[in-house]
Each structure stands twice: as structure tokens, then as C-alpha cells.
């Protein structure tokens, strides 16, 4: 009767490792995004965005865009977007710190913006800036990473990736990696 408990306890412990495993698996499986890279030889950057993401390009005001976005069926509401935007090189330079006149614009773009990550830093010998907001949206509160990133001509670089926040958690990792593989 001992050796049958502990035969049993042993196949018992061996299925919930077994379950435990596939509980990991599928967690892990479900926040990975499959990410490829799209190259703008227009105005000369490259970056990764998630595959079968809808891409579109607009040009407001001089700013070249590239935007791609994870839509939900046909709603029209979105779970993901990123977008890239250009701003080339004013022939007079800049009469303040670009950095912090885009990223104050930033906030107060959207109403009720609250900053809950603010950094300058110097990558690659290119001087950044990167905010992560909250702000209400049109179906609820939306939460976005922004870098801006000034270039050694003056023109300036903006990657933004947001979703719904409670959508945050599925795109995090995803959105790090954007903002990461850009390389202008």
C-alpha cells in the first residue's frame, strides 16, 4: 500500500509539472508579437513593426509618417499602432530645445495626458528623449511610448507605439523592441 502512494504521488507530482509547463508555454506564446522590418529609403530609417500590421504613410505639414496598426476587425477600433514620423532639418535651426518642445506638445495633445515615464539620453551619439503617457481616447484610456530623436543634421525622428492600456501588458515587450531596432 506505501509503494502504490508513492507511485501515484509520483505520477501526480509529474502532471502538474506537465500542466504547470503548458500553462507557461501558452502565457508566453500569447504576449510575443512577431515582429519584421520595414525600410523607408524615402527619408532613410529602418524599424520593426508587427507582422500584419496595416501600414499606411501620410505627410502632414512638411512631417513625413509611416503609420502601422493592429485594427480590430472591421469596428474601426484599434489595439496597436505605431508610427513613425520624419521632420526634416528647418533652414535656420531651431529657436529652442527641440527635444522638449516636441515632448511638450506631446502632452498636451491629448486631453487629460499623464506622463508616467519622462527620459533624456544620448544613443548611438544622438541625443533622445522618451515619454510614456496615459491619456483618454475615444473608447477609454490609451497608453503610448514616445521617442523623439534628434539627428546630427537637426531633422528630427518620432517613434510612437500606443494601445488601449489594457492592452499595455500583450505589446510592451514588442513596443521596447520597436523603439529599439530603429536605426535611422
Not at 44 to 53: H, L, N
Not at 156 to 175: G, H, L, R
Request: overall charge negative.
Amino acid at each position: 500500500l506505501a509503494i502504490a502512494g508513492i507511485i501515484v504521488s509520483v505520477f501526480v507530482a509529474i502532471f502538474y509539472a506537465i500542466i504547470t509547463a503548458i500553462i507557461i508555454a501558452a502565457i508566453v506564446s500569447s504576449n510575443s508579437i512577431t515582429l519584421q522590418t520595414y525600410n523607408n529609403t524615402d527619408v532613410g530609417y529602418s524599424v520593426k513593426y508587427p507582422q500584419d500590421w496595416e501600414i499606411s504613410q501620410q505627410n502632414v505639414d512638411g512631417a513625413k509618417s509611416v503609420v502601422f496598426k493592429d485594427s480590430y476587425k472591421e469596428t474601426g477600433k484599434v489595439y496597436g499602432q505605431e508610427e513613425v514620423v520624419y521632420i526634416a532639418a528647418p533652414p535656420n535651426g531651431y529657436s529652442s530645445d527641440v527635444l522638449t518642445a516636441i515632448a511638450d506638445s506631446l502632452k498636451k495633445d491629448n486631453p487629460n495626458t499623464n506622463v508616467v515615464y519622462q527620459s533624456r539620453d544620448t544613443k548611438n551619439g544622438l541625443q533622445t528623449e522618451t515619454l510614456i503617457v496615459t491619456y483618454d481616447g475615444q473608447n477609454g484610456k490609451i497608453k503610448a511610448k514616445h521617442t523623439i530623436i534628434l539627428n546630427k543634421d537637426n531633422s528630427v525622428y518620432t517613434i510612437t507605439t500606443q494601445t488601449p492600456e489594457q492592452n499595455w501588458d500583450k505589446y510592451q515587450d514588442s513596443f521596447d523592441e520597436i523603439h529599439n531596432s530603429f536605426q535611422p
